[in-house]
């Protein structure tokens, strides 16, 4: 299976770094086998980044998306100018979605149905509170989760989707889960989606970890069983640390 490495960008950047961003980092990653790469910038850069990634084998993909196709939504993107501006994934459910504009996983669903319907692949994000995790409600919380944003998909939609678990403890703090406890955490997302679709499904869906993910952890990340990548915030804003990331996965 290919590990997949996407950047997050967040609301950072601009033109005039995303072109320095992306020559820079083409070259330090061209030796990088056996992995996809996907950026996701902000939206005012997905036009620019698709034109420099003409060429190139990294994806390109957005933040976020409305689950509508078009209408009277102010201030929100669609999936259809997502298709148009050479977007291959979407992130839906990000933490700070839910944290910050109260996404609720009704919502999400929705989101990542119309995502697969216009063949765009959605990064799931699911993940607990620090309260939670002490709570030993982990689990619970993380089921929950990935049941409720999957409910009516079917067994042919579930293989465009990568889940990815980010400890909402870990990001952005510096507090990177050790990669025993995010194992332990895919491990269940596996067995969950063993439970609910089949074991080819369960042992080919890609699940990704996301949480204050450096280069300096990114080895002992990847040498767990079921940590098929990364989803990197703030460490995917410089070339080096990510073309780092990107060559250790």
Not at 3 to 11: G, R, S, V
Request: glycine residues 6%; charged residues 25%; aromatic residues 6%.
């Amino acid at each position: 299976m290919k590990a997949l490495i996407a950047a997050n960008w967040k609301m950072n950047n601009g033109i005039k770094e995303d072109v320095s961003f992306v020559k820079s980092f083409e070259k330090l990653i061209k030796n990088a086998k056996n992995i996809d790469v996907v950026i996701c910038p902000p939206f005012t850069l997905l036009y620019k980044l698709n034109e420099l990634l003409k060429n190139s084998e990294i994806k390109l993909g957005a933040q976020n998306m409305h689950f509508e196709e078009k209408g009277a939504y102010t201030g929100e993107v669609s999936p259809l100018m997502l298709k148009d501006a050479g977007c291959e994934y979407v992130i839906l459910g990000h933490s700070e979605r839910r944290q910050y504009f109260n996404e609720t996983d009704d919502l999400i669903n929705k989101k990542v149905k119309s995502a697969l319907r216009h063949k765009l692949k959605p990064i799931l994000c699911i993940g607990e509170t620090l309260q939670q995790r002490n709570n030993n409600k982990t689990m619970q919380i993380i089921g929950n989760q990935l049941i409720n944003c999957l409910n009516g998909i079917n067994e042919n939609e579930i293989k465009s989707i990568v889940v990815a678990y980010e400890p909402i403890w870990a990001i952005g703090t510096g507090n990177n889960a050790t990669p025993e406890q995010a194992e332990e955490v895919h491990k269940f997302i596996r067995s969950l989606l063993l439970k609910t679709y089949n074991k080819k499904i369960s042992d080919d869906i890609r699940i990704i970890y996301g949480g204050s993910v450096k280069p300096e952890s990114i080895e002992d990340l990847m040498k767990m069983k079921n940590i098929n990548g990364t989803l990197v915030g703030g460490a995917s804003l410089d070339p080096k640390s990510f073309a780092e990331i990107c060559n250790a996965a």
